[in-house]
């Protein structure tokens, strides 16, 4: 099966530039204390022994903090160079090469998944079929955190760090995704969005959905 242009480009993207990015982000949660409040309602929602997935893990920071909360953590990535940098910086944590959207994990097999600001570059008609994947792989009662940017203005980045490359930075609505998940199967958790910091340079809010796959199917 030929690959799609946006899984192609997304990873030839990151593959430029993960170091710089690495580099940029490498303690990017220390200034977002909402950021690591969610994480640690996600945590606490996860049950049970099985396999928990950051899925987009990049350089693997989220996934390294999830895992020092307790959670059997693993990620996987488009990028093998972001995912060489996750694996020199935590060398105890498994990571993985992959598409989300065809994930090599059996059905129902995780007791938890996040997907954290890794669907950004998922074309809109494309995440019905995104977080389909996602509760194909998650158990009954597993929650899914999905993180985002807010608004209706993409943003586009060309020849960052003064690499030949580009990409857009989708942002949606938070509504919008919500109905996807549920037509998903998924029930919400929980909704949070947070007004843009302008000491971190931002200019959209930052959103933050959990749901949960539920234990039965709905009648």
Same mark, same amino acid.
């Given at each position: 099966?030929?690959?799609?242009?946006?899984?192609?480009?997304? /990873?030839?993207?990151?593959? @430029?530039?993960?170091?710089?990015?690495?580099?940029?982000?490498?303690?990017?949660? @220390?200034?977002?204390?909402?950021?690591?409040?969610?994480?640690?309602?996600?945590?606490?929602?996860?049950?049970?022994?099985?396999?928990?997935?950051?899925?987009?893990c990049g350089p693997g920071?989220?996934?390294? /903090?999830? @895992?020092?909360?307790?959670?059997?953590?693993?990620?996987?990535?488009?990028?093998? +160079?972001?995912?060489?940098?996750?694996?020199? *910086?935590?060398?105890?944590? /498994?990571?993985?090469?992959? +598409?989300?959207?065809?994930?090599?994990?059996?059905?129902?097999?995780?007791?938890?998944?996040?997907?954290?600001?890794?669907?950004?570059?998922t074309p809109m008609d494309?995440?019905?079929?995104?977080?389909? *994947?996602?509760?194909?792989?998650l158990a009954p009662g597993?929650?899914?955190?999905?993180?985002?940017?807010?608004?209706?203005?993409?943003?586009?980045?060309?020849?960052?760090?003064?690499?030949?490359? +580009?990409?857009?930075?989708?942002?949606?609505?938070?509504?919008?995704?919500?109905?996807?998940? !549920?037509?998903?199967?998924?029930?919400?958790?929980?909704?949070?969005? !947070?007004?843009?910091?302008?000491?971190?340079?931002?200019?959209?809010?930052? @959103?933050?959905?959990?749901?949960?796959?539920?234990?039965?199917?709905?009648?």
């Amino acid at each position: 099966m030929t690959e799609a242009d946006f899984i192609t480009t997304t /990873r030839t993207f990151y593959d @430029a530039i993960a170091e710089d990015y690495a580099d940029l982000f490498r303690d990017e949660l @220390a200034d977002r204390p909402v950021e690591r409040a969610v994480l640690g309602v996600f945590a606490e929602l996860v049950e049970g022994d099985g396999p928990v997935a950051d899925l987009g893990c990049g350089p693997g920071r989220t996934t390294a /903090r999830l @895992a020092a909360l307790g959670l059997p953590m693993f990620g996987i990535d488009l990028s093998e +160079s972001m995912l060489a940098i996750a694996r020199r *910086e935590n060398p105890g944590l /498994r990571f993985e090469q992959g +598409s989300m959207l065809e994930l090599d994990i059996p059905d129902g097999a995780l007791a938890g998944a996040l997907s954290f600001y890794s669907s950004i570059h998922t074309p809109m008609d494309q995440l019905p079929a995104l977080f389909a *994947e996602f509760h194909r792989v998650l158990a009954p009662g597993a929650p899914l955190l999905v993180a985002f940017q807010a608004g209706d203005e993409h943003r586009h980045h060309d020849r960052p760090f003064g690499q030949p490359v +580009s990409l857009t930075f989708q942002r949606r609505r938070p509504d919008d995704i919500v109905d996807l998940l !549920r037509a998903a199967g998924f029930a919400l958790l929980s909704r949070t969005v !947070r007004e843009p910091d302008p000491a971190l340079d931002e200019v959209s809010p930052q @959103a933050f959905l959990i749901v949960r796959k539920p234990t039965r199917p709905e009648i």
